[in-house]
Nanobody, 125 residues
Framework: QVQLVESGGGLVQAGGSLRLSCAAS????????VGWFRQGLGKEREFVAG????????NYAASAKGRFTISRDNGKNTVYLQMNSLKPEDTAVYYC??????????????????WGQGTQVTVSS
């Protein structure tokens, strides 16, 4: 497994932007497919976006498409989630997750074996 640490969360007004980072330990992070998930207060954890380990195939939830962009820098062992045009409903704890065996960034959180501790994103109206 790989150790993951998220950062970049915070308080932002509606319409603003944030960039989340998911930094990983270990030299093999480039071989992991990574997903971003979020969990709002009283809500179930939901998939936001994911990116594969090799050619960078991406997958987005409908709520994120057109506003969020996932990318990775394997040289820095980091995956990013650029979030633009934020809405109050984007308020949640955001988690990154990784799995070496995935060939596609599936939306099912059970497919990912390594998780970070989460970073809070709060969007005010």
């Amino acid at each position: 497994q790989v150790q993951l640490v998220e950062s970049g969360g915070g308080l932002v007004q509606a319409g603003g932007s944030l960039r989340l980072s998911c930094a990983a330990s270990g030299r093999t992070f480039s071989t992991y497919t990574v997903g971003w998930f979020r969990q709002g207060l009283g809500k179930e954890r939901e998939f936001v976006a994911g990116i594969t380990r090799n050619i960078g195939i991406t997958n987005y939830a409908a709520s994120a498409k057109g506003r969020f962009t996932i990318s990775r820098d394997n040289g820095k062992n980091t995956v990013y989630l650029q979030m633009n045009s934020l809405k109050p409903e984007d308020t949640a704890v955001y988690y990154c997750a990784a799995e070496a065996s995935l060939e596609y960034p599936w939306r099912d959180s059970a497919r990912y074996g390594s998780w970070g501790q989460g970073t809070q994103v709060t969007v005010s109206s």
